[in-house]
């Protein structure tokens, strides 16, 4: 539980830190440009397939040879995440948190960090309607020598299962592999 430095002692519960954020989040998708940026250009997009035109949500696993720390870090310290990816990043590493990743195709906000084993995040492509986000969370799990990450990306809009699916494992894992190699 987190104590809200504005309200005297008073503690905020779950219920309060997500309500809040829907606030924060709301704010932002008000806003029409992150940080200045004109519209940055669309990430290669992935036909979808038939048969996944109406998944909201994915799950994906994939083991690491790093520690869940340095998998932790790379994910949420913007100078790693902008050197495994290759494109700019600004990341607040803290509850609340606003991010920009690669020039601005995604933004979002830190809901919920654990660190070294969890980060749970309000997660859109600039390309989406205003105001419309996803969940985004990784569990980091020690297994012998390995991490398992495990991503779980619910909440997304028809449509975008395949485009999102491919994006994860090109944009994100194998990247993040040669990184920690």
């Known amino acids: 539980m987190k104590t809200d430095p504005t309200k005297s002692g008073r503690s905020l519960t779950r219920r309060q830190a997500i309500s809040g ?15 200045g940026q004109t519209e940055p250009p669309a990430m290669k997009e992935v036909p979808g397939t038939a048969a996944n035109q109406t998944r909201t949500s994915l799950h994906q696993e994939l083991a690491f040879r790093a520690n869940p720390s340095r998998i932790y870090g790379a994910l949420l310290d913007a100078k790693q ?10 990341i607040d590493p803290k509850e609340g948190g606003f991010f920009s990743m ?14 070294d084993q969890r980060i749970v995040q309000a997660w859109r492509p600039a390309h989406w309607n205003p105001g419309i986000y996803s969940i985004v969370k990784f569990e980091l799990k020690l297994q012998d020598s390995e991490t398992l ?12 299962f395949d485009h999102l699916a491919y994006g994860w494992k090109f944009h994100y894992y194998e990247p993040l592999k040669k990184f920690l190699t």
Do not use: C, Q, W, Y
């Open 102 to 115: 690669f020039g601005g195709r995604i933004v979002g906000r830190n809901v919920e960090l654990v660190p």
């Open 81 to 90: 995440f902008a050197v495994f990816t290759g494109s700019p990043a600004e």
């Open 21 to 35: 954020m829907a606030v924060v989040l709301g704010s932002l998708a008000a806003g029409s440009k992150v940080f």
């Open 149 to 160: 990450l495990i991503l779980d990306h619910t909440g997304f809009p028809e449509g975008e």
